[in-house]
């Protein structure tokens, strides 16, 4: 009995003291989440050591993954980044360019041929520039003025999502157009604003597909010495930049090759009786006259020298005048007038240019500058398609600096010839061949250098 009672009496004392130590515990076991749980939260930042499970945070390492952000993120800052702003083409919107040329008036068959180039050129080129954007042209009416050039720049600079024009038509329109284009970073690429000034201005968004005349007027004038052997001339002009600055330059060439200009005198535009000015040459004989403008006047002037004695002064004008409308104005009187124009028939492809001209209801008779504003189109779109860019939102951001530099590093081989721009937005001067015209039974024939006979290149 009594060792039954020690013993239990022994167990009793074992289980209080196992109780004892287990409560004496507690405490420093209530201790241990206090102050380990920072480190227990510790451990799961070293549990970061799986951040190599970070890795595949660097699994935004995949941000290669990023390359399309960053023909995202990048594109975004980049756009940001142009120090002349940037055009945003929201998605399923299209890319807005104008057309500025003379689309009503005398001069509307040149106008609209020109928003015809350009709109093919836009069918043929401007399709995904990136992906679902393509270029959407529209014209606007310059009226082959100062005025209208101003008011199509104004509208144009007024609406931020116009990326460029093709345009002025004149450079009447082209030169204060373009200084209103030039201050709202508008890039600009004229297919017939041919006079000296246009580029001499040294505009960077400034360019044309058109030759300039520091080139034409010395071949119009070796031309009057050297093929028709005349040693005497009077050079008439319209007061505009494009036929002043021509007329001045035949003038100058023409002097440097020992021949004598006998009158230097302006008509106005719109004027439909210049006998006045024309009885003034008279009196001084000279065997050709020089014209400096646009057909409407070139006609009244054809008409008219016979009447004081100048029917055999020989009328020779230049691209103004190059128009059928010429013949229509002018009547029989247009008959052995020239002109000159600097070529747009070089490139390989210009028969085909011709025939998907007649297939959009145009003729080939009344194509002058269309194949520059096609070519500048063609330029226009390739320049877009390396400087557009995807933002994350889906829309096209198109940095205007950017595009400005672009256009002036874009090199075709247009339906015009090979074409490009130097630091002044003209095409190089062997890039432009210029050739004469003579008014022959009621069309222009190419008389010099004589025409390649059909199906052969023209040089």
């Known amino acids: ?88 083409v929201k998605k399923g919107d299209t890319i807005k360019v104008v057309v500025g040329a003379a689309l009503s008036g005398d001069l509307a068959s040149f106008g609209q041929d020109i928003l ?44 931020p999502q116009v990326v460029a024009v093709i345009g002025m038509m004149c450079s009447g329109s082209e030169i204060p157009g373009t200084d209103i284009l030039d201050k709202a970073h508008i890039v600009s690429i004229s297919p017939s604003a041919t006079a000296i000034q246009v580029t001499a201005r040294g505009l960077e968004t400034v360019n044309r597909t058109a030759f300039n005349d520091k080139v034409q007027a010395p071949f119009d004038a070796d031309f009057l010495t050297k093929q028709l052997k005349v040693t005497t001339i009077a050079v008439i002009h319209d007061g505009s930049p494009y036929g002043q600055g021509l007329a001045q330059g035949v003038k100058d060439a023409f002097e440097k090759n020992g021949g004598k200009v006998t009158d230097f005198e302006a008509v106005t535009v719109g004027e439909k009786d210049f006998r006045a000015t024309l009885t003034k040459i008279a009196a001084n004989k000279p065997q050709a006259i020089f014209f400096g403008g646009f057909h409407p006047e070139a006609a009244v002037l054809v008409t008219q020298k016979a009447e004081v004695g100048l029917k055999d002064a020989t009328l020779m004008s230049a691209d103004g005048t190059y128009s059928p409308k010429y013949f229509d104005e002018a009547k029989d009187a247009a008959e052995g007038t020239y002109a000159s124009f600097g070529s747009s028939q070089q490139g390989s492809t210009y028969p085909d240019f011709v025939k998907k001209i007649v297939a959009k209801g145009g003729k080939a008779d009344n194509i002058v500058f269309s194949p520059q504003a096609y070519d500048a189109t063609h330029i226009l779109a390739l320049a877009l398609k390396s400087v557009a860019k995807v933002d994350a939102s889906g829309n096209l951001t198109i940095g205007r600096h950017a595009l400005a530099k672009a256009v002036r590093a874009v090199k075709i081989d247009g339906v015009t010839g090979p074409t490009a721009f130097d630091n002044t937005g003209d095409r190089p001067p062997e890039s432009t061949n210029v050739v004469i015209f003579k008014a022959t039974g009621g069309k222009w024939v190419q008389t010099f250098p004589p025409a390649a006979p059909a199906g052969t290149a023209t040089p």
């Open 116 to 159: 015809l180039g350009a709109q093919l050129g836009a069918a043929d080129f401007g399709k995904d520039i990136a992906p679902g954007f393509n270029i959407e042209v529209s014209g606007e009416d310059d009226l082959c003025s100062g005025q209208g050039g101003t008011a199509v720049a104004n509208k144009v600079a007024a609406n």
């Open 1 to 88: 009995m009594f060792q039954k009672r020690s013993l239990y009496l022994a167990v009793l004392l074992l289980t209080l003291a196992l109780m004892a130590s287990a409560c004496g515990g507690a405490p420093p076991a209530t201790n241990v989440p206090a102050t380990n749980a920072p480190a227990a939260t510790n451990a799961p930042a070293a549990t970061n050591a799986p951040a190599a499970t970070n890795a595949p945070a660097a699994t935004n390492a995949p941000a290669a993954t990023n390359a399309p952000a960053s023909t995202t993120a990048p594109t975004t800052a980049a756009a940001a980044a142009d120090d002349w702003g940037t055009v945003t």
